[in-house]
């Protein structure tokens, strides 16, 4: 199913592309890097409704998620400039999205599902089989999205936190 895209590619005789990178026109996807944080937390904080955790979504803790997982969390990156973001993981069972974006400006070109597919590509290397992600009910235009790209809807389990650090704050974009 993923390696469609590389093979529309190379029939239109477009260069081979470099480990680790997506390209779709103008637009390219790349494994994130802790030198992108700055990027990627001011397009976090220019979406709306988009919650923030204190700690977990500091730079410190974006640092340590992205070395837990080094090749599975990415970027979209056109005109210069980070447009999208996944911080993806594994625990060795099952992979998990979190914080899935892309700048307003830039929805509805594909760039979400290219870094999806991205992100499945990675997590099959490292023999991940299942795939979650928690999407709030009052996201519409994510929940549209997974449904579209074919994601299915748990309506048979319960989502359950607990809290041990309460200095991680959750904080929602109000813009």
Known sequence: MYESADRAERS???PARKAGEMRNK???VRMMKSEDYEEV???WTSIKGFAMRSLDDSREGVERFLQRNPSTSVVAVEDGKIVGSILCGHDGRR???YHVCVHEDYRMRGIGKSM????????EKEKISKVSLIAFTENDIGNAFWKEIGWTRREDLNYYDFVLNDKNIVRFNQK
């Open 116 to 123: 999806v597919v991205y992100c499945m590509k990675e997590l």
């Open 26 to 28: 103008e637009m390219m």
């Open 12 to 14: 239109e005789g477009k």
């Open 95 to 97: 992979g998990c999205l």
């Open 41 to 43: 937390y001011a397009l």
